[in-house]
């Protein structure tokens, strides 16, 4: 079993920043592909930022610039600084990761959601 659990989401005045992380745990040999997701209701689940198993990153355009993703493999997190929020930032960002198990099974997992907020 393999488990995501994201944290890190709250509310943000616009302009500030918020720091997302994403820990995974279970039995895992390896972590590929990693990415995060947002999605408002009413609307699809959309990609802001991502690692390539190669180790590339890519970002939305609405994101580039103000958002980082980064990851720790030895800790098995990934993160996203979060800066210059704007309030069509507001969502719930899930994480999305590539793991390979112990037994060599490669899924696709997803973290429950943190919901972040951009208000004053």
């Known amino acids: 079993q393999v488990q995501l659990v994201e944290s890190g989401g709250g509310l943000a005045q616009p302009g500030g920043s918020r720091r997302l992380s994403c820990q995974a745990s279970?039995?895992?040999?390896?972590?590929?592909?990693m990415a995060w997701y947002r999605q408002v209701p009413g609307s699809q689940r959309d990609l802001v930022a991502s690692f390539t198993s190669g180790g590339d990153t890519n970002y939305a355009d609405a994101v580039k610039g103000r958002f980082t993703i980064s990851r720790d493999n030895t800790k098995k997190m990934m993160y996203l600084q979060m800066n210059s929020l704007r309030p069509e930032d507001t969502a719930v960002y899930y994480c999305n990761v590539e793991v390979v198990t112990w037994t060599m099974r490669r899924d696709a997992y997803w973290g429950q959601g943190t919901q972040v907020t951009v208000s004053s």
């Open positions: 279970g039995s895992i040999f390896r972590l590929n592909a």
